[in-house]
């Protein structure tokens, strides 16, 4: 008699979830703690490598339409330049870094936050960046508790930073995080067990496109310049994708006040003028994440 097996990969997941819910808390939170903070990594090498990439992408396709026009000067980049390849650097001396330097957090403070070749100061963003990823493993993890949903809620919290960092260094948001955001949010809420029902999942994407689009053109025929960038757009459409479109309201509210008050704390401490664009995406981002983990308590407060 041939033994009962089910080779469905739906069959292992759970296998290994229920494992993995098995174990004693603190191993929990100890490695949702550690993967977060692998993950941080290689968020870094995405923030850092995936601007530089479209560009040369887009150089290429201006290149390919049109052959004979004047080159721009770009910056010196390897041949083969992707998320994996070259090895990480130091930017300053090229030192490659090597697998100890590569430690998340612990070697930049063993290194005391500079190259080991050529004592240039590394930018704290690296560690801090890895330090949130972590945190938000485990806020996800304590959130949902050892379920799938703490792992979609930390993949689209991985993403928003992503995102967010991105927009703050360059004031775009790539389609290829926003997109996919999207449509992972309605697979998620395909089925039972997601954080919105389908109808409203769709109804978010939607309105959270919509919203934004029409603010855009508001802004523009009243004066006359463009407010905001379509990349905002389909990241509220990707946060309504996840969260329902009953979040909306809460997630631009959190935006628009914390983006003004950013704004205008910037601007009275001189690191900014008052009509310089602010990117809009971080706000976003942290609007969507901050919903995610606390629902929507701003309801209740307004009646």
Known sequence: MQPSFDPSAAHFASRYL???????????????????????????VVVHRLPIMLERAWRSEVEAAMPDAPKPAAAPCPERFNLAVPRSACPHCGHVLRAWENIPVISYLALRGRCSACG???????????????????????????????????????????????????????????????????????????????????TGAIAGYLFLWCVYWLFRLARGVEGMGYGDFKLLAAIGAWLGWAALAQVVLI????????????TWRKRMRFEEPLPFGPFLAAGGAITLFVGTPLYALFG
Do not use: M
């Open 18 to 44: 229920a494992a993995f819910a098995a174990l004693p808390v603190d191993v929990q939170y100890g490695f949702a703690v550690v993967f977060g903070l692998v993950i941080g990594s290689f968020l870094t």
């Open 120 to 202: 240039a100061r590394v930018s704290p963003r690296y560690p801090l960046t890895e330090l949130a990823t972590g945190a938000l493993a485990a806020l996800s993890l304590y959130a949902y508790g050892p379920d799938w949903a703490a792992l979609a809620a930390f993949g689209l919290c991985a993403t928003l930073l992503a995102a967010a960092l991105i927009d703050h260094d360059t004031r775009y948001l790539p389609d290829v995080l926003t997109l996919p955001l999207l449509w992972a949010g309605l697979i998620v809420n395909f089925g039972e067990g997601g954080f919105a029902t389908l109808h409203d999942a769709v």
């Open 255 to 266: 935006a628009a006040v914390s983006g003004a008050a950013f704004g205008i704390a910037a």
